[in-house]
């Protein structure tokens, strides 16, 4: 793959769409929502749990409808066999038609770079709890990029951001995890996507012999972490190295994490030929 990737625009029946038919309205007002995955080998990880929630989200804000998200998604799986490097990020953005037309999609795939560890800075912004849009992947996104391009000014990785509540959410590109007093604790469905590595952290780490739940975490909370980790689909389970001036504990050295991030790569691998 070059380093500009591939990009296309498909419609329902999965031919290939002018960029005359984009609907402007839709992506002026950004009516549309996306998913962000991890393609190896050609085939996308998790790819039932991303089409479940990429349905989910367009039928619950009026976007499309099931079964022309799920030819879309369709269309856009059939192409990525293309894809050469064993590693890509693919974004897979669906836009409501004009008037009640077909919805369309952009499609764009790139090299997946792999992440090490990640530093977070304390976002002065504040996100409103019980917010609908927060708990879906939509294109309005502009928030959460000031947000990190601020973070980065610092000299941090990423923006961590809190709640009108004073309770932390997420990353702008990531769920959340924290070590605390032996357990794992993620933040609550409040105003935080429903990440789908996060929804199976929940699910994997208790049989793996690990403590693991969902709760507020003020603020406070962050000085009783011994350590943290992000998890997003293209990046897998990642280490937080610090969070603001407080360095953490290296989780990536913890037996559990150990144990965790391997069943998750296994996981991942399993949706991948061979």
């Known amino acids: 793959m070059s380093s500009d990737g591939m990009r296309f625009i498909i419609d329902c029946r999965g ?77 897979l953005a669906v836009f409501a038609g004009n008037g009640g037309s077909e919805p369309v999609a952009l499609v764009a795939a790139s090299d997946a770079v792999r992440v090490e560890s990640v530093s977070l800075w ?36 990423d923006a961590l951001i809190m709640d009108t509540a004073g309770n932390i959410a997420e990353t702008t590109t990531a769920n959340v995890f924290f070590h605390i007093d032996g357990a794992l604790i993620t933040p609550r469905l409040d105003c935080i996507l429903p990440g789908v590595v996060r929804a199976w952290v929940l699910s994997t780490a208790g049989p793996l012999g690990m403590s693991v739940g969902e709760d507020a975490v003020p603020e406070a909370a962050l000085s009783c972490a011994h350590s943290a980790f992000v998890t997003n689909s293209v990046i897998g389970l990642v280490p ?30 399993k949706t991948t030929p061979g």
């Open 15 to 91: 031919a290939d769409a002018d960029s005359a038919d984009l609907p402007i309205d839709a992506l002026s007002l950004g009516r549309g929502v996306f998913e962000t995955m991890l393609v190896a080998s050609g085939t996308i990880a998790f790819r039932d749990e991303h089409l479940s929630r990429l349905t989910a989200s367009c039928v619950a804000l009026g976007i499309a409808k099931a079964d022309s998200v799920e030819s879309l998604f369709a269309a856009a799986e059939a192409r990525i066999g293309c894809l050469k490097p064993m590693r890509a990020r693919m974004r």
């Open 122 to 157: 304390l976002s002065p912004e504040r996100r409103a709890k019980d917010s609908l849009l927060a708990r879906h992947k939509t294109v309005d996104y502009l928030g959460s990029l000031l947000a990190r391009e601020e973070a980065r000014r610092h000299g941090f990785d």
């Open 240 to 269: 937080v190295s610090r969070i603001g001036d407080r360095a953490l504990g290296d989780v990536s050295a913890a037996d559990w994490f150990v144990r965790l991030r391997s069943a998750y790569d296994m996981k991942a691998s």
